[in-house]
């Protein structure tokens, strides 16, 4: 207030700007705040990251690694420090990898953007500075990147080892890395070679053995168990599959009302209506042909009762109940056919066939497994094992993430080289063309280069190895023209990192940095905080 008041007696005629005090005490405590979230995930990247143990409120446990679902599961109440949660999701979306590493450069770039706020340079000036150095950063990653033919399976397993490799069960990625080429290559579509959906990709975990009797099941799995009343049929060859969305059950009314039945023979005649109403349905079923049967789970009543499984069971028609409503759409692709919703709908061309439709025993549980499907849809399924429920959603993860590695590289079919590598490439190549720049510009650009060797320094740091002596090796190796030397974890030394097969999808790159970037600007232009009740 005093500060407006001081500046009243000045002549109107130009505007003064007076007290910059809070502003710049606006932008500290944002980029404080964010480079809190970053350093919190820090310590988990790479192969010799950390890993974190997530307590819910609800008592779930979580143990991982992967920055996305770390920052996902924590409750954070700054505006600023939200947007790196948001950038760790946009990073998991783009690419479904690098979600730590795009929150350590995010970080870093703070850093380096609070010394240059301290040094008096204006954030506009900082802000457009940092959008053309990470255009010149995409321009040099993709000058380094190798081309990768699609049909080149090796390479893709190679890719999607380094992504399993920094993972909990990085031990088990000679099995999940081919299983996710594998996966995804047979979801491909060859009219949209550059589209992949994940969804064609079912995930099914069961609890019981270990990760590595994780298997890929051409065809379906309902981890649930085939219907045993009335003694059913339990394994079904030559199936011809129906997927049902209506009851095989009495109908109701649709308004809440009690019926008293006072007369024993009106009671036998409700009961004989029900039967009737039950075998018409099943005879219009069996008239099909159909011997299997996909039940939708019901909300308004039950969708079968032990009357209509009775029946069903003595027509030796097999039956799945309770599939949910979001598995029919992956179902009806998979056995290419299609969902009946009214028993007056029910025809033969409706069905899908497959050879076999069995119940299989797997740990203490047991599974619906359906293979040797006709015309199958492009669709995959994955089951996996683990010997706790810890294991088993960690593995869900870690696939998740070979699954997106892969994804990239069917999008954008370029490889580039890991293990700090290409950060320090642009490091070297960035520093040397903020020198040409005039003015403020090259000192904001000479900041964003330096900031892009936290990679390599946490790499360093978080395998135990003299982070100092191993970047400066680093960068010498870089400065000679061997721009695929990266630091070898488990050697502990500097190599080439290619032929260490240590390689990930350009895209990952690329995408980690524009979207730091971005974020890292929008922090910078803030400068103020409104709360509205």
Not at 172 to 200: G, H, I, N
Not at 269 to 296: F, S, W
Not at 468 to 475: C, D, F, G, P, S
Request: contains cysteine; glycine residues 6%; proline residues 3%.
């Amino acid at each position: 207030m005093a500060a407006v008041t001081a500046a009243q007696p000045r002549s109107s005629k130009t505007e003064s700007y007076v007290d910059n005090k809070r502003k710049e005490d606006i932008r500290q405590a944002n980029i404080k705040a964010a480079r809190a979230v970053a350093d919190a995930v820090r310590t988990s990247l790479g192969p010799k990251g950390m890993d974190k143990m997530i307590s819910t409120a609800n008592g779930e446990v979580i143990i991982t690694n992967d920055g996305a679902t770390i920052l996902n599961k924590m409750e954070v109440l700054q505006p600023a420090a939200k947007m790196l949660v948001d950038l760790s999701k946009s990073q998991d979306s783009a690419a479904g990898d690098g979600t730590t590493t795009v929150v350590v450069i995010a970080g870093a770039l703070l850093k380096q953007c609070l010394l240059l706020l301290t040094n008096g340079i204006h954030p506009t000036v900082i802000s457009d500075s940092l959008h053309k150095a990470s255009t010149k950063a995409v321009d040099v990653l993709t000058a380094m990147a190798v081309p990768l033919e699609i049909s080149d399976r090796e390479s893709l397993i190679k890719s999607a080892s380094t992504s399993l490799n920094s993972k909990v069960v990085s031990q088990y990625s000679t099995l999940l890395a081919p299983l996710a080429v594998d996966s995804v290559l047979s979801v491909v579509d060859p009219a949209k070679p550059d589209m992949v959906d994940l969804r064609d990709i079912k995930i099914v975990k069961k609890l019981g053995g270990t990760v590595d009797d994780t298997e890929l099941v051409k065809g379906l799995v309902f981890d649930k168990k085939a219907s045993h009343a009335a003694g059913g049929p339990t394994r079904m060859e030559n199936a011809k599959i129906a997927v049902i969305q209506f009851q095989i059950s009495p109908p109701k009314t649709d308004i809440e009302q009690s019926i008293v039945v006072s007369d024993y023979t009106q009671m036998d005649r409700i009961l004989k209506e029900e039967r009737n109403y039950i075998l018409g349905m099943i005879k219009k079923i069996k008239a099909t042909v159909c011997n299997v049967l996909l039940i939708q789970k019901s909300i308004l009543r039950d969708a079968v009762t032990d009357l209509s499984l009775h029946y069903l069971a003595k027509a030796k028609i097999m039956v799945i109940k309770d599939v949910e409503r979001e598995d029919i759409e992956f179902i009806t692709k998979t056995l290419n056919c299609l969902p009946i919703a009214n028993i007056e709908h029910f025809r033969a061309e409706k069905l899908g066939h497959a050879d076999l439709v069995e119940e299989v025993s797997l740990g203490d549980g047991k599974i619906v497994k359906v293979t040797g499907i006709k015309d199958m849809g492009r669709t995959t399924t994955v089951l996996i094992r683990g010997s706790n429920q810890l294991v088993i959603d960690e593995a869900e993860r870690s696939l998740h993430d070979a699954l997106c590695v892969v994804r990239c590289l069917v999008s954008k079919r370029f490889l580039i080289a890991g293990g700090g590598a290409p950060e320090i490439e642009l490091s070297r190549q960035l520093g040397a063309w903020s020198k040409v720049l005039h003015g403020m510009e090259g000192y904001c650009v000479r900041s964003f280069a330096e900031a892009l060797e936290v990679i390599p320094y946490t790499l360093a740091e978080n395998a135990g190895l003299n982070r100092i002596a191993i970047v400066t090796e680093l960068r010498n190796r870089h400065a000679q023209g061997e721009i695929n030397a990266g630091i070898n974890v488990r050697k502990g030394q500097i190599t080439n990192i290619l032929e260490e097969n240590v390689v990930q999808p350009l895209l990952v790159s690329t995408s980690a940095i524009t979207l730091a970037t971005e974020c890292v600007r929008m922090i910078l232009k803030i400068d103020d905080i409104v709360n509205v009740r």
